[in-house]
Protein backbone atom coordinates (compact mmCIF):
# COMPACT_ATOMS: atom_id res chain seq x y z
CA UNK A 1 0.00 0.00 0.00
CA UNK A 2 2.45 2.51 0.99
CA UNK A 3 4.05 2.10 -2.68
CA UNK A 4 0.45 2.53 -4.31
CA UNK A 5 0.10 5.67 -2.59
CA UNK A 6 3.71 7.15 -3.26
CA UNK A 7 2.89 6.59 -6.92
CA UNK A 8 -0.41 8.42 -6.74
CA UNK A 9 1.70 10.62 -4.92
CA UNK A 10 4.04 11.08 -7.54
CA UNK A 11 1.62 11.22 -10.26
CA UNK A 12 -0.43 13.93 -8.45
CA UNK A 13 2.83 16.21 -8.44
CA UNK A 14 3.56 15.55 -12.38
CA UNK A 15 0.00 16.32 -13.30
CA UNK A 16 0.76 19.80 -11.25
CA UNK A 17 2.87 20.48 -13.70
CA UNK A 18 -0.07 20.16 -16.49
CA UNK A 19 -3.19 21.97 -17.28
CA UNK A 20 -6.18 20.79 -18.84
CA UNK A 21 -7.18 21.22 -22.65
CA UNK A 22 -10.33 20.14 -23.74
CA UNK A 23 -10.71 21.04 -27.20
CA UNK A 24 -11.47 20.76 -30.83
CA UNK A 25 -8.93 23.13 -32.21
CA UNK A 26 -7.95 24.97 -35.20
CA UNK A 27 -5.23 22.73 -37.13
CA UNK A 28 -3.07 26.10 -37.35
CA UNK A 29 -2.83 26.37 -33.67
CA UNK A 30 -2.22 22.46 -32.44
CA UNK A 31 0.07 21.89 -35.01
CA UNK A 32 3.17 22.52 -36.51
CA UNK A 33 4.37 20.95 -39.62
CA UNK A 34 8.18 19.62 -39.22
CA UNK A 35 9.17 18.50 -42.74
CA UNK A 36 8.25 17.50 -46.12
CA UNK A 37 9.24 20.75 -48.14
CA UNK A 38 5.67 22.02 -48.65
CA UNK A 39 4.61 18.35 -48.97
CA UNK A 40 2.25 19.18 -46.02
CA UNK A 41 -0.27 21.50 -45.86
CA UNK A 42 -2.90 23.15 -43.20
CA UNK A 43 -5.94 23.99 -45.42
CA UNK A 44 -9.81 25.05 -45.35
CA UNK A 45 -8.83 27.76 -42.70
CA UNK A 46 -7.54 25.27 -40.46
CA UNK A 47 -10.28 22.87 -40.52
CA UNK A 48 -8.12 20.24 -42.75
CA UNK A 49 -4.12 19.05 -42.55
CA UNK A 50 -2.71 16.90 -45.32
CA UNK A 51 0.23 15.01 -46.15
CA UNK A 52 1.89 14.15 -49.35
CA UNK A 53 5.13 11.60 -50.18
CA UNK A 54 6.69 11.48 -53.39
CA UNK A 55 9.59 10.20 -54.73
CA UNK A 56 11.83 12.88 -53.31
CA UNK A 57 10.59 13.13 -50.29
CA UNK A 58 7.21 12.40 -47.57
CA UNK A 59 6.27 15.13 -44.51
CA UNK A 60 5.08 15.09 -41.07
CA UNK A 61 3.85 17.25 -38.55
CA UNK A 62 3.84 17.41 -34.80
CA UNK A 63 1.71 19.14 -32.12
CA UNK A 64 2.80 22.20 -30.28
CA UNK A 65 1.76 21.05 -27.07
CA UNK A 66 3.10 18.14 -25.12
CA UNK A 67 0.00 15.82 -22.79
CA UNK A 68 0.60 14.31 -19.87
CA UNK A 69 -2.28 11.89 -20.17
CA UNK A 70 -5.68 12.53 -21.26
CA UNK A 71 -8.17 11.12 -24.72
CA UNK A 72 -6.75 12.03 -27.96
CA UNK A 73 -9.19 12.09 -31.46
CA UNK A 74 -7.90 12.42 -34.89
CA UNK A 75 -9.77 11.69 -37.95
CA UNK A 76 -7.77 10.10 -40.77
CA UNK A 77 -8.38 9.32 -44.50
CA UNK A 78 -6.03 6.98 -45.59
CA UNK A 79 -3.51 6.95 -48.93
CA UNK A 80 -6.43 5.75 -51.34
CA UNK A 81 -5.70 3.05 -54.43
CA UNK A 82 -2.02 1.41 -54.41
CA UNK A 83 -0.76 2.83 -51.43
CA UNK A 84 1.20 -0.39 -51.40
CA UNK A 85 5.12 0.24 -49.74
CA UNK A 86 3.74 3.69 -47.99
CA UNK A 87 3.38 3.99 -44.12
CA UNK A 88 0.75 6.53 -42.43
CA UNK A 89 2.28 7.20 -39.16
CA UNK A 90 -0.05 8.75 -35.94
CA UNK A 91 1.66 8.26 -32.85
CA UNK A 92 2.55 9.77 -29.02
CA UNK A 93 6.04 10.04 -28.18
CA UNK A 94 8.14 11.32 -25.76
CA UNK A 95 12.22 12.51 -25.98
CA UNK A 96 15.67 10.96 -25.10
CA UNK A 97 17.02 7.03 -25.22
CA UNK A 98 14.65 6.19 -22.52
CA UNK A 99 11.07 7.20 -24.80
CA UNK A 100 7.73 6.11 -24.28
CA UNK A 101 5.43 5.61 -27.45
CA UNK A 102 2.31 4.72 -28.13
CA UNK A 103 1.59 3.94 -31.76
CA UNK A 104 -0.60 3.97 -34.70
CA UNK A 105 0.86 2.65 -38.10
CA UNK A 106 -0.96 2.34 -41.12
CA UNK A 107 0.72 -0.11 -43.71
CA UNK A 108 -0.55 0.10 -47.33
CA UNK A 109 -1.56 -2.33 -49.54
CA UNK A 110 -2.06 -2.70 -53.35
CA UNK A 111 -5.58 -1.75 -54.37
CA UNK A 112 -8.61 -3.65 -53.28
CA UNK A 113 -6.49 -5.25 -50.29
CA UNK A 114 -6.40 -4.61 -47.07
CA UNK A 115 -4.79 -1.79 -44.83
CA UNK A 116 -2.92 -3.33 -41.72
CA UNK A 117 -3.43 -1.33 -38.87
CA UNK A 118 -0.11 -1.80 -36.77
CA UNK A 119 -0.38 -1.02 -32.94
CA UNK A 120 2.71 -0.64 -29.90
CA UNK A 121 3.64 0.60 -26.61
CA UNK A 122 7.18 1.75 -26.01
CA UNK A 123 8.14 1.85 -22.11
CA UNK A 124 10.94 3.48 -21.06
CA UNK A 125 12.51 2.78 -24.80
CA UNK A 126 11.35 -0.54 -25.09
CA UNK A 127 8.81 -1.63 -27.54
CA UNK A 128 8.27 -4.89 -29.10
CA UNK A 129 4.92 -5.07 -28.25
CA UNK A 130 3.13 -5.31 -31.71
CA UNK A 131 -0.31 -5.88 -32.49
CA UNK A 132 -1.90 -5.85 -35.66
CA UNK A 133 -5.63 -5.66 -37.28
CA UNK A 134 -7.44 -5.58 -40.33
CA UNK A 135 -10.17 -2.66 -40.34
CA UNK A 136 -13.60 -3.27 -41.17
CA UNK A 137 -14.28 -0.46 -43.35
CA UNK A 138 -12.37 1.29 -46.55
CA UNK A 139 -10.61 3.59 -44.61
CA UNK A 140 -9.57 5.42 -47.66
CA UNK A 141 -13.31 5.89 -48.82
CA UNK A 142 -13.97 8.39 -45.57
CA UNK A 143 -12.77 10.23 -42.61
CA UNK A 144 -12.82 7.38 -39.12
CA UNK A 145 -11.78 8.33 -35.78
CA UNK A 146 -8.63 6.78 -34.15
CA UNK A 147 -8.29 7.60 -30.31
CA UNK A 148 -5.79 6.87 -28.19
CA UNK A 149 -7.31 6.81 -24.06
CA UNK A 150 -4.02 7.08 -22.03
CA UNK A 151 -4.26 7.13 -18.04
CA UNK A 152 -2.28 6.06 -15.25
CA UNK A 153 -3.97 2.72 -15.36
CA UNK A 154 -4.27 1.56 -19.47
CA UNK A 155 -4.03 2.77 -22.92
CA UNK A 156 -6.62 2.05 -25.09
CA UNK A 157 -6.64 1.80 -28.99
CA UNK A 158 -10.18 2.43 -30.53
CA UNK A 159 -11.60 3.38 -33.79
CA UNK A 160 -14.81 5.20 -34.20
CA UNK A 161 -15.24 4.57 -30.51
CA UNK A 162 -14.84 0.46 -30.78
CA UNK A 163 -11.93 -0.74 -28.85
CA UNK A 164 -9.04 -2.64 -30.40
CA UNK A 165 -6.21 -2.89 -27.70
CA UNK A 166 -5.84 -2.53 -23.71
CA UNK A 167 -2.57 -2.38 -22.39
CA UNK A 168 -2.70 -2.30 -18.90
CA UNK A 169 -0.05 -0.93 -16.14
CA UNK A 170 1.40 -4.04 -14.80
CA UNK A 171 4.60 -2.53 -13.16
CA UNK A 172 3.55 -5.02 -10.26
CA UNK A 173 4.85 -7.68 -13.11
CA UNK A 174 7.71 -5.70 -12.93
CA UNK A 175 6.79 -4.29 -16.74
CA UNK A 176 7.43 -0.88 -17.52
CA UNK A 177 4.38 1.49 -18.19
CA UNK A 178 4.24 4.89 -19.63
CA UNK A 179 3.33 7.56 -16.85
CA UNK A 180 6.34 9.96 -16.29
CA UNK A 181 7.71 11.46 -19.61
CA UNK A 182 5.21 13.57 -21.47
CA UNK A 183 4.17 13.35 -25.11
CA UNK A 184 4.02 15.05 -28.52
CA UNK A 185 1.94 14.35 -30.87
CA UNK A 186 3.48 12.90 -34.59
CA UNK A 187 2.31 12.14 -37.69
CA UNK A 188 3.79 11.24 -40.65
CA UNK A 189 3.81 9.86 -44.26
CA UNK A 190 6.90 8.16 -45.59
CA UNK A 191 8.15 5.39 -47.80
CA UNK A 192 8.64 2.20 -46.38
CA UNK A 193 8.48 -0.41 -49.08
CA UNK A 194 11.66 -2.23 -47.81
CA UNK A 195 9.46 -3.67 -44.84
CA UNK A 196 6.13 -2.24 -45.30
CA UNK A 197 3.69 -4.53 -47.62
CA UNK A 198 4.25 -8.67 -47.47
CA UNK A 199 7.66 -7.46 -45.23
CA UNK A 200 9.06 -5.81 -48.52
CA UNK A 201 7.91 -7.80 -51.56
CA UNK A 202 5.59 -5.36 -52.69
CA UNK A 203 7.40 -2.25 -53.97
CA UNK A 204 5.76 1.39 -53.60
CA UNK A 205 4.15 2.24 -57.49
CA UNK A 206 6.20 5.94 -58.04
CA UNK A 207 3.60 6.39 -61.01
CA UNK A 208 0.69 6.58 -58.72
CA UNK A 209 2.57 9.84 -56.89
CA UNK A 210 1.92 11.60 -54.80
CA UNK A 211 0.18 10.04 -52.37
CA UNK A 212 -1.89 11.37 -49.92
CA UNK A 213 -3.40 11.39 -46.47
CA UNK A 214 -6.04 13.86 -44.77
CA UNK A 215 -6.71 14.71 -41.21
CA UNK A 216 -9.09 16.80 -39.41
CA UNK A 217 -11.45 17.31 -36.33
CA UNK A 218 -8.63 16.74 -33.52
CA UNK A 219 -9.51 16.88 -30.32
CA UNK A 220 -8.11 16.34 -26.74
CA UNK A 221 -9.40 16.62 -23.85
CA UNK A 222 -6.10 16.19 -21.98
CA UNK A 223 -3.27 17.50 -19.76
CA UNK A 224 -1.00 19.65 -21.29
CA UNK A 225 2.22 19.77 -19.97
CA UNK A 226 3.91 22.93 -19.04
CA UNK A 227 6.11 24.43 -15.90
CA UNK A 228 3.02 25.99 -14.78
CA UNK A 229 0.48 25.16 -12.13
CA UNK A 230 -2.63 23.03 -12.77
CA UNK A 231 -6.58 22.11 -12.39
CA UNK A 232 -5.44 18.99 -14.23
CA UNK A 233 -6.33 16.40 -11.36
CA UNK A 234 -8.00 12.67 -10.85
CA UNK A 235 -11.49 14.41 -11.71
CA UNK A 236 -11.48 14.09 -15.23
CA UNK A 237 -13.73 11.05 -16.61
CA UNK A 238 -10.78 9.49 -18.37
CA UNK A 239 -7.91 9.98 -15.55
CA UNK A 240 -9.71 6.39 -14.38
CA UNK A 241 -11.69 5.29 -17.10
CA UNK A 242 -11.75 1.46 -18.48
CA UNK A 243 -13.39 -0.66 -20.23
CA UNK A 244 -17.43 -1.39 -19.06
CA UNK A 245 -18.68 -4.68 -20.53
CA UNK A 246 -20.25 -3.16 -24.01
CA UNK A 247 -16.24 -2.09 -24.74
CA UNK A 248 -14.87 -5.40 -23.47
CA UNK A 249 -17.27 -7.18 -25.72
CA UNK A 250 -16.64 -4.88 -28.62
CA UNK A 251 -12.82 -5.55 -27.74
CA UNK A 252 -13.50 -8.91 -28.17
CA UNK A 253 -14.99 -8.76 -31.28
CA UNK A 254 -12.59 -7.21 -32.80
CA UNK A 255 -9.71 -9.31 -31.86
CA UNK A 256 -11.47 -12.24 -32.53
CA UNK A 257 -12.29 -10.79 -36.31
CA UNK A 258 -9.68 -8.72 -37.27
CA UNK A 259 -6.56 -9.24 -35.66
CA UNK A 260 -3.53 -10.74 -37.66
CA UNK A 261 -0.94 -10.62 -35.43
CA UNK A 262 -0.35 -10.73 -31.08
CA UNK A 263 3.14 -10.44 -30.08
CA UNK A 264 1.52 -12.17 -26.89
CA UNK A 265 0.92 -15.49 -29.06
CA UNK A 266 3.93 -15.74 -30.87
CA UNK A 267 6.18 -18.44 -29.02
CA UNK A 268 8.41 -18.71 -32.01
CA UNK A 269 9.61 -14.99 -31.45
CA UNK A 270 9.92 -15.13 -27.49
CA UNK A 271 11.34 -19.17 -27.04
CA UNK A 272 12.59 -18.08 -23.38
CA UNK A 273 8.62 -17.04 -22.62
CA UNK A 274 6.12 -14.67 -23.22
CA UNK A 275 6.47 -10.95 -22.02
CA UNK A 276 5.13 -11.00 -18.07
CA UNK A 277 2.47 -9.23 -19.55
CA UNK A 278 0.82 -11.18 -22.02
CA UNK A 279 1.54 -14.50 -19.54
CA UNK A 280 -0.54 -11.86 -16.63
CA UNK A 281 -3.28 -11.04 -19.15
Not at 46 to 51: F, K, P, V, Y
Not at 231 to 252: G, H, I, K, V, Y
Not at 253 to 263: D, L, S
Request: charged share 15%.
Amino acid sequence: MASLHSTITMLYALLLASSIAAYAGNLYQDFDITWGDGRAKILNNGELLTLSLDKASGSGFQSKNEYLFGKIDMQLKLVPGNSAGTVTAYYLSSKGSNWDEIDFEFLGNVSGEPYILHTNVFSQGKGNREQQFYLWFDPTADFHTYSILWNPQRIIFSVDDTPIREFKNMESKGVAFPKNQPMRIYSSLWNADDWATRGGLVKTDWTQAPFTASYRNFYANACVHSSSSSSCTSSNAWFSRQLDSTSQERLSWVQKNYMIYNYCTDTKRFPQGLPPECQAS
